[in-house]
């Protein structure tokens, strides 16, 4: 049973760049989280889909956006990238209406680095 | 909003020793609890979980209480080991729409 999956592993990209993060969620998930954990910080949500809609949004600007395919994979787009951008950005998935819909299982993560 | 306070790190325990980790939260209604590990360099693991009120959720010997009166989830361990050492991260869920509001994280780094 494949859990979440993300790539690349690791991204180094220069501002102003934009980037495209990649999560496939575990077999059997149909909802996608994205959460930024910046270095010595604990994470902090982006935004999650469900039905390949934005089903809520955390506190980050427009230059976040995101997908989700018929598939239920997901990508995070970043644009006009900010030094601030840099940190490791992790995809959780997790069952919606499920009786632990409430559990989110996390990636390894995408190491971003913005010089 | 949400928000979950948990001690600052690192913390640094001799192997055997007994670990305390404090960790409160803020939240309205009936939030659910999380302990996740995170090891170096992967991502964050379900430790233990709590739903509701004087629930006690267990795992790997790691144990923590959900107390409503003190809006308080602390994680124990009676004896650490050093495959311990990780950085441990206390977080909270409320709502049907499963947004995870994470604490800072604390480090714990167990000496043999």
Redesign the interface.
């Known amino acids: 049973d494949a859990g979440v999956t993300q790539s690349p592993t690791h991204l180094i990209k220069t501002r102003g760049q934009q980037v495209t993060l990649r999560c496939s969620p575990k077999s059997g998930h149909d909802t996608v989280s994205w959460y930024q954990q910046a270095l010595g910080q604990g994470p902090q949500f982006i935004f999650q889909y469900y039905e390949e809609e934005e089903r809520q949004r955390g506190n980050f600007p427009d230059r976040f956006s995101g997908h989700q395919f018929p598939n239920y994979s997901s990508e995070l787009n970043v644009n006009a990238l900010l030094l601030g951008d840099s940190a490791l950005y992790l995809c959780a998935s997790s069952l919606a209406g499920s009786q632990s819909s409430y559990e989110q299982y996390f990636g390894p993560g995408t190491r971003l680095t913005v010089t | 909003g949400d928000s ?1 306070t948990q001690m600052e790190g690192p913390v640094t325990l001799s192997e055997e020793a007994f670990l305390t980790i404090n960790c409160t939260y803020t939240a309205t209604g009936y939030p ?1 609890l999380f302990w ?1 590990v995170q090891y170096p360099g ?5 430790l233990l ?1 709590a ?1 509701k009120a004087d629930d006690k959720g267990s795992n790997k010997g790691f144990e923590a209480t959900y107390r409503k009166e003190t809006t308080s989830f602390h994680l124990e361990k009676g004896s650490v080991q050093v495959s311990d050492s990780a950085v441990y ?1 206390c ?1 909270l ?1 409320r709502g ?10 604390t480090k714990l780094q167990v000496i043999p």
């Open positions: 979950v659910s996740y992967e991502g964050l693991q379900l979980k739903t991260f977080a869920s049907g729409y499963q947004k995870v509001t994470f604490g800072i994280g």
